[in-house]
């Protein structure tokens, strides 16, 4: 098993920029392929970013292509989500995810969760 815990919400400007990172413990990170995925109030919770095991091949939401990116570093047990340009519409709590399918946009195809981290874009 692997256990996720998020970190690096908060409120922010529209416009401006967050860094969410994800650190796992239990087997290494490395096993994985990760997503980030959101859910605001009244939402079914959706796909931002994905980043297979290698590191090598990412997938965004249209909503988020140019200015997020995921990343990540095995070494560090971690997982980031770089938000640039953020928007009103950009709020909401963000998950960090595991699973076991590189690119994978759906939530059920991922295992373990983290707790969210509350992200907040004032207009």
Do not use: H
Not at 1 to 13: D, K, P, R
Not at 47 to 60: D, E, H, L, N, P
């Amino acid at each position: 098993q692997v256990q996720l815990v998020e970190s690096g919400g908060g409120l922010v400007q529209a416009g401006g920029s967050l860094r969410l990172s994800c650190a796992a413990s239990g087997r290494t990170l490395s096993r994985y392929a990760m997503g980030w995925f959101r859910q605001s109030p009244g939402k079914e919770r959706e796909f931002v970013a994905a980043i297979s095991r290698s590191g090598g091949t990412t997938k965004y939401a249209d909503s988020v292509k140019g200015r997020f990116t995921i990343s990540g570093d095995n070494s560090k047990s971690a997982v980031y989500l770089q938000m640039n340009s953020l928007k009103p519409e950009d709020t909401a709590v963000y998950y960090c995810a595991a699973g076991s399918i590189n690119g994978a946009i759906s939530d059920g195809s991922y295992g373990y969760w983290g707790q969210g981290t509350q992200v907040t874009v004032s207009s």
